[in-house]
């Protein structure tokens, strides 16, 4: 009869690692048994969350309606001349010969 302690650890998958990876970074490395790895690939993305956390949370409500509503954020939603679509009117020249009116 097999011994309980001398079974072998289970094997990690490489697709867990990978889609826990994609959740948040260090993830798939802290799931593979790599935590110093997974501290290395997770510091830089909890540092920003972090500093951006602490930004808010000392703004005002009305700073916070003018970080939302700034005009740089404004004219991109709102400024629609750059995303037209372009004259479909071509020369006669650009058509195929069978198209053209002679």
Avoid: C, K
């Avoid at 909890?46 to 309606?65: F, H, K, P, S």
């Avoid at 404004?74 to 009117?89: A, G, K």
Wanted: hydrophobic share 45%.
């Amino acid at each position: 009869m097999p011994n309980p302690q001398d079974a072998r650890p289970r094997a990690r998958s490489p697709f867990a690692a990978a889609f826990l990876s994609l959740i948040f970074p260090g993830l798939g490395h802290l799931y593979a048994g790599a935590p110093l790895r997974a501290l290395g690939f997770a510091a830089a993305p909890v540092l920003l969350i972090a500093l951006g956390a602490g930004t808010l949370l000392r703004m005002d409500r009305i700073e916070l309606v003018g970080l939302v509503f700034s005009p740089f954020i404004l004219t991109s939603v709102l400024d629609r001349q750059h995303h037209r679509p372009r004259s479909t009117e071509s020369s006669p020249s650009s058509m195929p010969i069978g198209w053209r009116n002679s």
